[in-house]
């Protein structure tokens, strides 16, 4: 079974930090993870990518993130990682963690979300 859970979310001021963290785990085989990512919904919106890495580390950045977000990985730990400062209003949605696994015995991976975890930040 995989699971992919996300933790870290909470109400920030505008202006301030979070760290949100996301942990990927297989309990019935051994397993690889490629591209894995931050997603956003905010009400009324379509969900939006906020970060993606590489299993070799590249980065992108949504451009409203550009500068005060950022993304990294701990392939040991299957655990996936984004720093938000400077925080506004706007960023507030849920937020999602995406990880493309591939199980032994696969030939392609998969992608897999997380339940999300609430970020809101009051003006």
Same mark, same amino acid.
């Given at each position: ?7 870290? /979310?909470?109400?920030?001021? %505008?202006? =301030?930090?979070? $760290?949100?963290?996301? *942990?990927?785990?297989? &309990?019935?085989? #051994? ?5 894995? /990512?931050?997603?956003?919904? %905010?009400? =009324?919106?379509? $969900?939006?990518?906020? *970060?993606?890495?590489? &299993?070799?580390? #590249? ?26 400062? #400077? ?37």
């Amino acid at each position: 079974q995989v699971r992919v859970v996300e933790s870290g /979310g909470g109400l920030v001021p %505008a202006g =301030g930090s979070l $760290r949100l963290s996301c *942990a990927a785990s297989v &309990s019935d085989s #051994s397993f690889s993870i490629n591209t894995m /990512g931050w997603y956003r919904q %905010a009400p =009324g919106k379509q $969900r939006e990518l906020v *970060a993606g890495i590489t &299993s070799g580390g #590249s980065t992108n950045f949504a451009e409203a993130v550009k500068g005060r977000f950022t993304i990294s990985r701990d392939n040991a730990k299957a655990t996936l990682y984004l720093q938000m400062n #400077s925080l506004k209003p706007e960023d507030t949605a849920v937020y999602y963690c995406n990880a493309a696994i591939k199980r032994v015995g696969e030939s392609f991976y998969h992608d897999y979300w997380g339940q999300g975890t609430q970020v809101t930040v009051s003006s």
